[in-house]
């Protein structure tokens, strides 16, 4: 019995490498389409998390019956979840996880292999992604500090689209740029996404 778990080991390993190879790389377009949303429907938060820092959660005002959010202020914007008032179905969408949402650049959508992420710097809150070869782009700040819910806004490029298949709006959004954005190390000609 051991000696059959030995030879079959490296073969495990190897289907382990490779499906963790192919989870991570993106996808083509061809599946899913991505359509404009209505930008004022939607808030992107960085959400604070019992072990410290924050995650990002997005809410959707579906419908008007009752405020899903409330904003107080600017630099940053602080922002109250009503949603976790009421009952919210129908009414309110909230996006809490890679489930919810990941990121798109033109027609490729990267799923698992651009992790988005908050990121508590100096000065300021940023939702930043790690590419798949190691570089760094922001793609949303806050313009400034605070310990509870804050609003993040995204920078130039970057737009919230819903994944579609077909004509069939999915419950799941993109954080999507038409195009990569350009590092500054780039721009020096030092590595790439």
Not at 90 to 118: H, K, P, T
Not at 129 to 156: C, I, Q
Request: aromatic residues 8%; glycine residues 10%; negative net charge.
């Amino acid at each position: 019995m051991l000696s059959a778990f030995r030879r079959l080991a490296p073969a495990l390993v190897g289907l382990a490498s490779a499906t963790t190879a192919l989870l991570s790389q993106p996808a083509q377009a061809g599946l899913f389409d991505a359509k404009e949303v209505e930008s004022t429907q939607f808030i992107l938060v960085a959400a604070p998390i019992p072990s410290g820092g924050a995650q990002l959660n997005i809410y959707e005002q579906k419908k008007d019956t009752r405020p899903c959010y409330s904003r107080v202020g600017s630099s940053p914007t602080t922002v109250k979840p009503l949603l976790a008032t009421f009952d919210f179905t129908g009414i309110c969408g909230r996006y809490m996880d890679s489930n919810g949402y990941s990121v798109r650049i033109g027609e490729m959508d990267y799923g698992s292999a651009m992790r988005l992420r908050v990121v508590m710097l100096d000065e300021d809150i940023v939702l930043m992604s790690t590419g798949p070869n190691g570089g760094e782009v922001v793609m949303a700040r806050a313009g400034g500090l605070d310990d509870g819910y804050v609003e993040l806004k995204l920078e130039p490029g970057w737009s919230l689209k819903r994944r579609h298949y077909g004509e069939r709006a999915l419950g799941h959004l993109y954080v999507h740029n038409e195009s990569l954005p350009i590092r500054r190390d780039q721009e020096e000609g030092e590595g790439d996404w």
